[in-house]
């Protein structure tokens, strides 16, 4: 990246203030992608594909698909519990303390994550959990109904505690936006609830959706210390293999832990570049 | 019978997601506080409160926020200002900076890291090594909140004005803006405070021993100390979050961020 600046707006000041963190970000951001650009592709005898075309083989594709899978299932109930949720807080009906509450608890939990969450979980449900032990007691064996925490529904389960309220954060602007003309609109010229939705709210609703969905799949695709705590390897989920790799508990090449790494990337590059897409159609319904 | 069933329904559907999201804190309290048997107490509590290790970890975690949010600021607060004051047209290529830390999973970013620098030792091997990932984790919330900070003054007049009175650049930046933005400091500072309380990925990687990942050593040993920490970490949560909710009245400032 190169600027230009004119001389007659103080370069060199521009420099002074901006420069440390452009370097900064080079320093401790780019580089180290680069780096692991370079590592995943460079071998004994200079270039080699031999490292991410082994991202297509066994354990590692395994990963892959676990990771995409659980994200996207994460992302959906995400999408639809919040988004119902955060639809049912904004009706005019609803008493304002709930809404101030619903608001302040999705803060408080969309950032409760990692460790303690997966600790929560199990202390919950997990196999000598208290809800666990309690249903039990009444006769419900839910271990041995095939359901475990400790399993790719188990981590959606999980998940949506962190999911659900990044939806109602990320979503509420959105419904907010929603104009009571339109609706009003709409019903003078006949339309009932359902037409309304089908013609009019969900069609301006449907990028800040995409967005908030792929907003929600790149932040259950890049968690990493929930999965950790939470299945200890059970589940094979792409970050848990990186830090397999970084930590030397496996048979694997560092270069394939860089390519591994640089797959996650590309992912986010492709995620964050379809919601930057969305965003830019939200703004035609937005500012009005 | 439709009108009972909309008015019931939302109330269900609330009601349920409710019991979700508190039913594994009821539970964790319950845990934490069980003795083996059918005895309860607070046994737990009194084993870790005598735990140098979780005081050390604490006070590390306590002690690398506190460094984070200097050096971001550090960092940020020029930047941002120039930007604001005298080249917004390079505003839309920061935003994108500010965001690529999204880009790029924390994993994977420590992979990258441990790959490309590997010393010199005063530096990677201790503890502060990681508030210079953590600044990077805490760099969206951070440029985001300043630069609202910042949109909302009058930086021109107060340049103005504080350089004909002979103040230097240092001194219009630290004693002039910077307490005018207490407000969005102080945002940044809280949501900050949460992710590296909370963070694990680098730490563990790394091997560093703060907060999260005494947690996890913990859970491999006791669950109802495990239990206990757990719940505490939600309040340190909770307070950075109400503390953020409280100080940022008028804006809107939710945020997200930590370490999932």
């Not at chain 1, 109930?77 to 999705?106: D, K, Q």
């Not at chain 2, 200002?81 to 994108?96: G, M």
């Not at chain 2, 005494?214 to 491999?220: A, D, E, F, T």
């Amino acid at each position: 990246m190169s600027f230009r600046f004119k001389a007659g707006e103080g370069g060199g000041l521009t420099l002074a203030f901006v420069g440390p963190l452009v370097v900064y970000v080079i320093a401790f951001l780019v580089l180290p992608t680069l780096m692991l650009l370079a590592e995943a592709f460079s071998g004994k005898h200079g270039l080699t594909l031999k490292y991410v075309a082994a991202l297509g083989q066994g354990q590692t594709v395994v990963a892959f698909r676990n990771s995409l899978v659980l994200s996207a299932l994460a992302a959906l109930v995400g999408v639809i519990a919040g988004g119902i949720a955060a639809y049912l807080v904004l009706r005019p009906g609803m008493p304002r303390g709930v809404r101030s509450l619903v608001t302040s608890f999705s803060a408080v939990a969309a950032n409760f994550a990692g460790v303690p969450l997966a600790f929560a979980f199990i202390a919950t449900l997990g196999s000598l959990g208290i809800i666990t032990v309690w249903l039990k007691s009444v006769g419900v064996d839910l271990y041995g109904m095939g359901f475990s925490l400790y399993s790719l529904p188990g981590l959606v389960l999980v998940y949506a505690y962190f999911q659900i309220p990044l939806m109602i954060i990320v979503f509420t602007p959105a419904l907010e936006a929603l104009r009571r003309e339109w609706r009003e609109a709409a019903e003078n010229l006949g339309a009932s609830a359902f037409d309304y939705w089908r013609h009019v709210g969900l069609p301006i609703l449907l990028p800040s959706l995409l967005s908030a969905f792929i907003l929600l799949f790149g932040n259950a695709f890049s968690a990493y210390a929930t999965p950790y705590a939470l299945t200890s390897g059970i589940v094979a989920l792409v970050p848990v293999e990186i830090s397999n790799v970084l930590s030397g508990n496996v048979m694997i090449s560092q270069q394939t832990g860089a390519a591994l790494a640089l797959g996650m990337i590309v992912v986010m590059v492709a995620v964050m570049g379809v919601y930057a897409l969305a965003a830019r159609r939200i703004g035609r319904w937005g500012r009005r | 019978m439709r009108g009972v069933l909309g008015r019931l329904l939302p109330e269900a559907w609330l009601g349920l997601l409710g019991l979700y999201f508190l039913v594994p804190l009821l539970a964790t309290g319950a845990f934490s506080l069980w003795e083996g048997g059918s005895r309860y107490g607070f046994a737990a509590y009194v084993a870790l409160f005598h735990q140098p290790k979780l005081w050390q970890s604490l006070f590390l975690s306590v002690r690398l926020a506190v460094e984070t949010i200097l050096l971001g600021l550090i960092v940020l607060v020029p930047a941002v200002f120039w930007l604001n004051l005298r080249v917004p047209r390079l505003r839309p290529v920061f935003d994108f900076i500010s965001v690529l830390p999204f880009v790029v999973p924390p994993i994977a970013l420590v992979a990258g890291m441990t790959a490309l620098y590997t010393g010199p030792d005063w530096l990677v091997g201790t503890p502060n090594y990681l508030v210079i990932p953590y600044v990077i984790l805490a760099l969206p919330y951070t440029y985001r909140a300043l630069d609202l900070g910042m949109r909302v003054l009058d930086l021109r007049t107060m340049t103005e004005a504080s350089q004909s009175l002979g103040a230097g650049w240092g001194t219009l930046i630290f004693r002039v803006v910077v307490p005018n933005l207490t407000t969005a400091l102080l945002g940044a500072a809280l949501l900050t405070i949460a992710i590296v309380m909370g963070e694990f990925t680098f730490a563990n990687i790394l091997l560093f021993n703060t907060f999260a990942v005494y947690i996890n050593y913990v859970g491999q040993t006791s669950a109802t100390q495990a239990s206990a920490l757990t719940l505490l970490s939600f309040l340190i949560t909770w307070l950075a979050m109400l503390g953020v909710l409280v100080s940022g009245r008028g804006g809107r400032s939710v945020q997200i961020g930590g370490a999932r």
